[in-house]
C-alpha cells in the first residue's frame, strides 16, 4: 500500500504515517518497493504472532486435547477467544477431508452469528452479554443469520441450558458448527472450542448425536486443566 491509502484506512493524516512509516521501515516491521514506494510487511512481523502464541498458555494446555479431539473426529477443530465484538481463532486443527471455509489463526469473525461466540456470550453477566450485541453490527452473512436481539438472547439461553452453542449455516453457507466455552474456576469464559464441519457431508441432528458428546468431554478435560485459572 502507498501512503494516501495507508492514511485513509488508519484515519490519521499523512505526513503522521509518512513518519509511522519511516519508524516501522527502520525497525525492519516494513519493506518499501524502490520503485513504487508502497509499502508491506516483512517477515521479522511474525515474530509477534510466535510470541503470542508460545506464551498462551490456554493455548498451550488445550492444545494436546484439541488435537486428540480433530483425531478422533477428522473434523476441523478450534480454539477461540473473545476480542471486543469478534471472536479470534487462536489454535486450528483442519479437517481431514477438504474444508467447506478456509479459516487460519487470527482469523476474526463476529461473535453474535458464530456458535464459538455463543458459547462464550452465554457465560457472560447477561447485561454485559446483551450490551455487547447491541453495540454490535448484526449484519446478516447469509439467509439464515439471526440478527434481532430477541432471538439472539434465545440462542444464548438456550446455549447455557445445553452447554454448547449452535451454528447451523449462520455465518458461512454450508458451515455447521457447535461450540462449548471453556471456563475459569470462576465460571467466567475464557474462550470456546468447536467443531466445524460442511453440510453437505453432515445434517444437524447427526451433529449433535455424534459429535456434541465428544465435543463436550474435551471441553470438560480442558476446563480441568485451567481450572488454576
Same mark, same amino acid.
Given at each position: ?40 510487511? /516483512?517477515? +521479522? ?5 510466535? $510470541? ?6 490456554? %493455548? &498451550?494446555?488445550? @492444545? ?71 453495540? /454490535?453490527? +448484526? ?5 439464515? $443469520? ?6 439472539? %438472547? &434465545?440462542?444464548? @439461553? ?72
Amino acid at each position: 500500500m502507498g501512503l494516501t491509502e495507508l492514511a485513509q484506512l488508519a484515519g490519521l493524516d499523512r505526513s503522521g504515517v509518512q513518519r509511522i512509516t519511516h519508524t516501522l521501515r527502520v525497525l525492519g516491521y516494513l519493506r518499501q518497493d524502490p520503485a513504487t514506494r508502497a509499502f508491506r510487511l /516483512s517477515g +521479522r512481523m511474525l515474530e509477534f504472532g510466535h $510470541t503470542v502464541l508460545a506464551t498462551h498458555q490456554i %493455548r &498451550e494446555r488445550a @492444545q494436546p486435547h484439541l488435537e486428540a479431539l480433530n483425531r478422533r473426529t477428522s473434523e476441523t477443530v478450534n480454539l477461540m477467544e473473545l476480542e471486543g465484538q469478534e471472536i479470534v481463532y487462536v489454535s486450528r486443527f483442519p479437517s481431514f477431508h477438504a474444508v467447506s471455509v478456509d479459516l487460519h489463526i487470527g482469523s476474526r469473525l463476529p461473535a453474535f452469528c458464530t456458535a464459538a461466540g455463543r458459547a462464550i456470550l452465554s457465560h457472560m453477566e447477561p447485561a454485559d452479554a446483551t450490551a455487547l450485541l447491541k453495540s /454490535s453490527r +448484526r449484519t446478516s452473512m447469509t439467509p439464515r $443469520t439471526i440478527t434481532d436481539l430477541a432471538g439472539l %438472547r &434465545e440462542a444464548l @439461553q438456550t446455549a447455557r441450558q445445553q452447554g454448547y452453542a449452535v451454528n447451523d449455516q449462520e455465518a458461512f453457507i454450508g458451515d455447521i458448527s457447535v461450540a462449548a466455552p471453556l471456563l475459569d474456576r470462576h465460571g467466567q469464559p475464557l474462550g470456546a472450542v468447536n467443531i466445524a464441519v460442511p453440510s453437505p457431508r453432515w445434517r444437524l441432528d447427526e451433529v449433535l448425536q455424534r459429535l456434541v458428546p465428544h465435543l463436550l468431554r474435551t471441553v470438560a478435560r480442558i476446563n480441568e486443566d485451567i481450572r488454576d485459572f
